[in-house]
């Protein structure tokens, strides 16, 4: 297994070289069938690796040493485990088919930029690789920037619109903010235990001193702030939007967002050594799920609408963390991969339909014209609502009962947060797929469903969306929890959250009934009579996201910005630059009066040795030692 391990992450580093160096060269199918064909072989092999790690147990496979500088050493090194093993197929099983996708969904593109993205696609991909399968934090930090690089590249894609860049940029500067935090927390653990390997990390964890973990584990929950968009990092996320909807799609749902959940559950070592940190993720994680879910009830754009509620879910992940339920919040991983892949595709597909229309009050009646797409963000819809035996109830309700346990307030926010879930995607389904048609003529004209190409993709994530669940069905419903029994090699401080049957049974009712009370609400209000008209009152400041990013315009934004014209027109300018265009001029000056010296005229030159010779005879009569008076002097 070992001879196999590089080549997961070796696949898709050819398909970048080669799509990106030969952009301008190749064919439009040869670039789809090499950004999509490298991924395909890294699914495989990942397969193998999977089923390998499944009989045989974990492995470490070591390189080189990247870093030997005195008692320090890290090396290259890759460790391929159950946790490792499971979100490789994640990656590169839902990258594929978004991929797949891709190939239909940018064909207008120019040859040169469409192989242009495929590079960006294969890069991204490469990136979430190589974060996933480091067997140390340097080696993971190396993919975390490569996955906020990529970012940066495929929001920023169409780079001839400036709202697209700035949504780019807004994203790379605020990944670096949390990308401080978990920088720091490595040099800590350096500092205190001379390693950043995973495994002597944890082994000599237990010498850490209580303030040491606080610190460090709080450092690296602000990198995971930052990467999966938790408050106060989160508004980056809705602008990545700019960027092509199957980048949505890989950003959501198989990279990015997902890698401060894996670093989190891949330190579950040290989160569980710190009661203040793992109380800080719970309640950050619930608050962002409840906030974020608000904001998507009033968004009318299709893609923001699924925004924020990869914002919500993602929340939901975080509080599964913060209350020790690791592998309920591995487990949300996998199914919201499905079927949030699902949705943008979907989204996409109606986007596509409607000749690049986002705006759901537009839409309507779209049932009859996209069977394919309809069914399939149906599947999407209720696999997010958490209604049973679709996979988001299993994973969802696991960390709904993982929180009651842990604190019943925890819960029955959850509860509420789940309920605003369903009712903002099902106004989303119903606003799109049911009622009338609400576009112009010509759109309706042009309506047609996707090509096959994306239609196989949306087909095979729906089936997922609704068979995924069952690996993690608890034994209260007849089942094992398989996912459960493969990750307790690795999630060794995963916290026993113990309820009576009936306790369980009942927390499930509850959840179930409100988000289909939810659900028939949302289609008998939407279906008919869509919100057409912009939002009022309180309404108006859910569709204004709080004003979050007007309040961060204001008070980060634009008072950076005034620092810098400070900084650039009176101590650059002024001070700075006058200070060295000073001894410019200085020099400049003296050496233009200098310069009249050496004029040419042999009367000048006498002259001057005449004034020489006077000057030292008065010397000589001031002073009869000369000599002394010059080695004095100097």
């Not at 070992?2 to 080669?18: H, M």
């Not at 090499?34 to 890294?42: E, F, N, Q, V, Y």
């Not at 009152?537 to 004003?547: D, I, M």
Request: aromatic share 14%; hydrophobic share 50%.
């Amino acid at each position: 297994m070992n001879q196999l391990v590089y080549l997961v992450p070796l696949f898709p580093l050819i398909g970048f070289l080669i799509n990106g160096l030969g952009r301008k060269s190749l064919s439009k199918s040869l670039i789809g069938v090499i950004g999509s064909g490298t991924i395909l072989a890294s699914f495989i092999v990942s397969l193998v690796l999977f089923f390998n790690v499944k009989n045989n147990g974990a492995v470490v496979v070591d390189y080189f040493n990247f870093i030997n500088i005195d008692s320090l050493k890290i090396s290259f090194a890759f460790q391929i485990d159950a946790l490792s093993s499971l979100f490789l197929l994640i990656i590169t099983g839902v990258g594929f088919l978004i991929h797949v996708y891709s190939t239909a969904y940018m064909q207008d593109e120019e040859p040169q930029h469409y192989g242009r993205y495929f590079a960006y696609l294969n890069l991204f991909v490469f990136s979430m690789l190589l974060l996933v399968m480091g067997a140390n934090y340097v080696i993971m930090f190396i993919g975390w920037e490569g996955v906020g690089l990529c970012s940066y590249l495929l929001i920023g894609f169409w780079f001839k619109n400036d709202n697209y860049n700035y949504a780019a940029k807004k994203a790379f500067v605020m990944n670096r903010i949390g990308d401080l935090g978990f920088l720091l927390a490595v040099f800590w653990l350096i500092a205190k235990l001379g390693t950043a390997n995973y495994a002597d990390v944890f082994a000599h964890a237990s010498s850490l001193t209580p303030f040491d973990v606080t610190a460090i584990t709080l450092l690296l929950f602000v990198g995971a702030m930052g990467k999966s968009a938790q408050i106060p990092l989160y508004t980056w996320l809705p602008d990545a939007m700019a960027g092509p909807t199957p980048v949505s799609a890989l950003i959501h749902a198989a990279t990015m967002v997902t890698a401060g959940i894996y670093m989190i559950a891949r330190s579950n070592v040290l989160y569980s050594m710190s009661a203040v940190t793992m109380n800080v993720v719970a309640i950050i994680g619930l608050v962002t799920a409840l906030f974020s879910a608000t904001i998507a009830l009033k968004q009318n754009d299709i893609k923001k609408v699924l925004a924020y509620s990869t914002v919500s879910q993602l929340g939901y992940m975080f509080l599964g963390l913060g209350v020790g339920a690791y592998t309920g919040a591995v487990f949300h991983v996998m199914t919201h991969a499905f079927f949030k892949a699902l949705l943008f595709l979907g989204a996409g597909s109606v986007i596509h339909a409607m000749h690049h229309e986002q705006d759901i009050r537009k839409m309507g009646g779209l049932k009859k014209h996209l069977p394919i797409t309809h069914l399939t963000f149906l599947i999407g819809c209720i696999a997010i609502s958490g209604i049973p035996p679709f996979s988001g109830f299993f994973s969802k309700d696991e960390i709904l009962a993982a929180a009651f346990a842990k604190n019943p307030v925890y819960w029955g926010l959850g509860v509420a947060g789940a309920a605003m879930t369903a009712f903002y995607m099902f106004r989303l389904y119903a606003t799109t797929f049911l009622g009338t048609f609400r576009g112009t003529h010509d759109q309706e004209h042009h309506l047609h469903e996707s090509p096959s190409a994306m239609t196989i993709p949306l087909m095979v994530l729906a089936l997922l969306s609704v068979v995924g669940g069952f690996v993690g069905v608890p034994e209260i419903l007849g089942g094992h929890h398989e996912l459960h029994g493969f990750l307790s090699s690795v999630l060794t401080t995963e916290v026993a959250h113990e309820s009576s049957k009936n306790t369980e049974y009942v927390l499930m009712g509850i959840s179930v009934a409100i988000a289909a009370i939810a659900i028939i609400f949302a289609i008998n209000k939407f279906s008919k009579k869509p919100e057409l008209q912009d939002a009022q009152g309180f309404g108006k400041v859910l569709e204004n996201k709080w004003y979050v990013d007007e309040l961060y315009d204001t008070f980060f934004v634009k008072t950076t910005l005034a620092k810098a014209k400070f900084l650039k027109d009176i101590i650059e300018k002024n001070v700075i630059d006058g200070a060295v265009n000073g001894v410019g001029k200085l020099v400049n000056y003296s050496s233009r009066q200098l310069r009249l010296i050496q004029s040419g005229q042999v009367g000048n030159y006498i002259l001057f040795m005449v004034l020489a010779i006077v000057v030292v005879i008065l010397l000589w009569v001031n002073d009869n030692h000369l000599y002394q008076y010059i080695s004095k002097l100097f």
